[in-house]
């Protein structure tokens, strides 16, 4: 009897491990290469001081995609990974003045936008009516390849073109909808999910706050990561081999083909190879520039990548009851906030921010008695305007702990008992990120669908791309949507039939 067919999966990152469960349930030998220690890559939590924190994402949003997975490997999300909707899902704070607790209920959120604006009555409803059909129309093309420029012919993409405005960006579909601008940026500041401002992010991108409204923003027990936790337990108990702290050097090619997958202490045959690493990253540090026809490195230096993030992991002594789980604070001038970030590559003055206060849900995540505060700061990704040496790392320090106090935090200082800092530089040193561009590439018209870097790589042979770097992009619910796409074109290439839909 032949031996199955043997995929080597470079990192263990959701995309990485939502295709091992695939792979491995169709019968293919899998083995996952991972340099860190943990799986998960961003999507993983760490220790420190009795305090959990989640490393990169914190909310767990559309949990459908992740469940059709499960289901179609014998398992039950639900049932594996306890979470919990939350609502309100998370408060927008204009400024640290007026505010907006999100909220699933029609009701109580029409009456808050009643308040801030009156003119504004009856919008929210009509955005959910729109955004719904909206996600209707588009979900079919969210999951589907796209290989070439003749996919855009297909019969969903032009049948969805009116409902998805290509032309218009994001930042103006909003105000299509609310007079007042502090509520169109409400409804548009997601586009930060992909590192983007909605004045350059598509229109079609409205469905990402619509899906939090419509399908929930969810707490994993124990935060985020244990998702990606979970789904590493899974694999393993399914036969899939994961090799931590084992770091990808290169690849033996036979032609464009990788015949065996090389790291520092061994190298491993593969009749295909999965690459779920940063995408700029693993081309130019893995695969020879010669052999790549399109994205060469050329290429790559010239194309649009997201923002960075300044990170603040802080364990408090004490808790914050009256700051929700989720709160995103919206600087009072946030168009020049965005250009300082995007355009001027400038640190930003008086910056947005978010904070996830998780202990208010989750006792699990701080000692008795603390809680931990996770701080987010969008910031530029790498760039010759900005040197993130101790001086300026520990002014920017002060100044996000400054704002803070716009949400009430103002004795946070007195109360850390342990914090650690994550700069763009950490991220594109330690984590290993193009740039440190947290979101990957950015998600404009000329960096998508058939534009992106294809999930059946059109420059090498056999060899398959998952996470934000490919189709369909950044985010949770994209990025595992990507390991089915893959997978549904790997598996028949191996003789092993089909992925699910």
């Not at 168009?335 to 202990?359: H, K, M």
């Not at 056999?462 to 089915?484: A, Q």
Request: charged share 20%; hydrophobic share 40%.
């Amino acid at each position: 009897m032949p031996s199955p067919p043997h995929v080597v999966i470079v990192g263990a990152g959701p995309g990485g491990l939502a295709s091992a469960l695939q792979l491995a349930h169709a019968g293919a030998r899998v083995t996952i290469l991972e340099k860190q220690a943990w799986v998960g890559g961003r999507t993983a939590t760490f220790t420190q001081a009795g305090f959990k924190f989640d490393i990169g994402p914190t909310f767990f949003l559309y949990p459908r995609v992740l469940q059709e997975i499960f289901a179609s490997v014998g398992l039950d999300l639900e049932a594996e990974i306890p979470m919990q909707r939350l609502d309100p899902q998370y408060r927008i704070s204009f400024g640290g003045k007026e505010r907006l607790d999100a909220t699933p209920d029609i009701a109580a959120m029409e009456a808050q936008i009643a308040k801030i604006s009156p003119a504004d009555q009856g919008a929210f409803e009509r955005y959910l009516t729109d955004n719904r059909q909206k996600l209707k129309y588009f979900r079919p093309i969210l999951e589907s390849p796209f290989n070439s420029w003749r996919d855009l012919l297909s019969k969903d993409l032009l049948h969805a073109a009116r409902y998805l405005k290509p032309w218009r960006s994001l930042g103006r579909e909003l105000e299509s909808y609310f007079v007042d601008p502090r509520l169109a940026i409400a409804f548009s500041f997601q586009s930060k999910y992909l590192g983007m401002s909605p004045f350059k992010c598509p229109s079609l991108f409205s469905i990402l706050s619509f899906l939090e409204y419509e399908h929930g923003v969810f707490h994993p027990r124990g935060g985020c990561g244990q998702v990606s936790q979970r789904m590493g337990e899974l694999a393993r108990e399914r036969g899939v081999e994961i090799r931590l702290g084992e770091a990808v050097t290169g690849f033996q090619f036979s032609g464009r083909q990788p015949t065996e997958v090389i790291t520092d202490r061994g190298r491993y045959p593969a009749d295909a190879v999965v690459i779920n690493a940063d995408f700029a990253q693993a081309m130019q540090t893995l695969v020879p520039d010669s052999l790549r026809r399109r994205w060469t490195d050329r290429r790559i230096s010239r194309k649009k990548f997201s923002c960075s993030t300044f990170m603040l992991y802080l364990g408090i002594r004490g808790q914050y009851d009256n700051l929700p789980h989720h709160t995103i604070h919206l600087a009072d001038d946030y168009g020049r906030n965005l250009r300082q970030i995007e355009t001027d590559f400038q640190l930003p003055d008086a910056p947005s921010f978010y904070i996830q206060n998780a202990s208010v849900t989750d006792d699990t995540l701080a000692p008795a008695g603390h809680s931990g505060l996770y701080v987010l700061v969008p910031v530029p990704h790498m760039h010759q305007n900005v040197q993130w040496d101790a001086a300026t790392i520990a002014k920017f320090r002060e100044l996000t702990l400054d704002q803070l106090a716009r949400e009430g935090l103002s004795d946070v200082r007195e109360r850390i008992v342990t914090e650690r800092i994550i700069t763009p530089q950490i991220w594109e040193q330690d984590f290993g990120l193009y740039r440190g561009a947290t979101f990957n590439l950015a998600h404009n018209l000329r960096q998508m669908l058939h534009l992106r870097p294809h999930n059946r790589f059109e420059d090498l042979e056999n060899v398959y791309l998952t996470g934000g770097g490919t189709h369909p992009g950044s985010g949770l619910p994209v990025i595992y949507e990507s390991s089915r796409i893959t997978c549904r074109q790997l598996l028949p290439q191996l003789g092993l039939g089909e992925a699910s839909r």
